[in-house]
């Protein structure tokens, strides 16, 4: 069986080597020994060199004598749901689609981000008080991390 504090502890360790802002958003492994990373960085894209030299720091520090294994490390993808505090932070200035658990949706910038929260800013049309007109107005919305049940950048291609 795969140590998973052995992993973590060789993935941490050329992490802390490279020192360019790289950090573990999932790292999973299943009972057939199949060892999934994925990696982002604070500002910028991870580079496939990033991915190598993770991979080469646990490949070459496990011993399949012990247990074979499947290694797969790779970068958070843009299409796929934001999963970690910092990934939210890198993001703040983007659209982000937020599925909260109780089923309601929520798009907008995000604006701020916080230990257990993020804010959206958006705008929409609404009927003004005292007027019988409707203008655009920001709308900030404030939700708990914990309320989310799924985030996505909005890519666009303008």
Do not use: W
């Amino acid at each position: 069986m795969i140590n998973r504090k052995e992993i973590e502890g060789l993935v941490e360790e050329r992490i802390q080597e490279l020192n360019n802002g790289l950090y573990v958003v999932e790292m999973t492994i299943s009972s057939s020994n199949v060892i999934r990373i994925e990696l982002d960085k604070l500002q910028g894209g991870v580079t496939v060199t990033d991915c190598m030299s993770v991979s080469r720091n646990v490949e070459h520090n496990l011993d399949r004598e012990k247990a074979d294994f499947e290694l797969h490390v790779s970068s958070a993808g843009l299409d796929k749901p934001l999963r970690h505090i910092n990934q939210y932070v890198k993001n703040i200035g983007r659209e982000l689609e937020v599925f909260r658990k109780d089923g309601t949706k929520v798009e907008g910038e995000i604006v701020k981000v916080s230990d257990d929260r993020i804010v959206l800013s958006s705008s929409e049309m609404q009927i003004v008080e005292n007027k019988k007109k409707k203008e655009r107005v920001e709308v900030i919305n404030e939700i708990l991390l914990a309320d989310i049940k799924e985030a996505k950048i909005v890519i666009s291609f303008k």
